[in-house]
């Protein structure tokens, strides 16, 4: 699990990630959707080859998402490798759950209740990328 400096963070259809010290924002639009569909025939795909540590999958997702072409997609994979696979991989996830559910972000639902857990601010938590 991610510590707080680099839990991704959410606001109007924009994950922000941190990759090797440089804060990226990852759009979850159209234009990204569709790019990462033709790559992998769908979101699916991406999802799996994602969960099985598939570097160039990470790559290609954050390329996508963050609009980066020409030498800043290609700083993106020494970013992804110098930050870590294992690390990345999961706020991945995180971005393909908050790109298919169209921008917005993940809720998660307290055991206890089943109801939306909410963060200190009121807003409904978004730590986890899993539906309940």
């Known amino acids: 699990m991610t510590d707080s400096s680099t839990a991704p ?7 922000t990630v941190s990759l090797d010290g ?3 924002e990852l759009f979850a639009n159209v234009r990204a959707s569709r790019t990462i569909c033709r790559l992998y025939g769908g ?3 991406a999802f ?3 969960n099985a540590f598939d570097f160039d999958t990470l790559v290609n997702v954050v390329n996508a998402a963050a609009g980066r072409v020409g030498k800043q997609a290609e700083a993106t994979a020494e970013a992804i490798f110098a930050e870590g696979v294992v690390v990345v991989a999961p ?17 998660t639902e307290t055991k206890e209740t089943g109801k939306p857990a909410k963060d200190d ?12």
């Open 9 to 15: 963070r959410f606001a109007h259809g924009v994950m």
């Open 22 to 24: 440089e804060d990226v």
């Open 43 to 45: 979101l699916q795909q």
């Open 48 to 50: 799996t080859n994602t």
């Open 91 to 107: 706020q991945v996830l995180l971005f393909l759950n908050f790109l298919a559910g169209g921008g917005k972000a993940p809720k």
């Open 121 to 132: 601010a009121g807003d409904e938590a978004a730590t986890s990328g899993e539906a309940g």
